[in-house]
């Protein structure tokens, strides 16, 4: 996720995890 490889560009990664919101959920359990 961009979070965790940009943890600091919180102003960026927040707008574009709004609209990801559901996929970067589903990426996550995936992924893990």
């Known amino acids: 996720t961009l979070m965790r490889i940009r ?3 919180r102003g960026m990664a ?3 995890r709004k609209r990801t919101s559901h996929i970067t959920v ?3 359990e995936k992924g893990e």
């Open 26 to 28: 589903v990426v996550a």
């Open 7 to 9: 943890p600091r560009a």
């Open 14 to 16: 927040y707008r574009i």
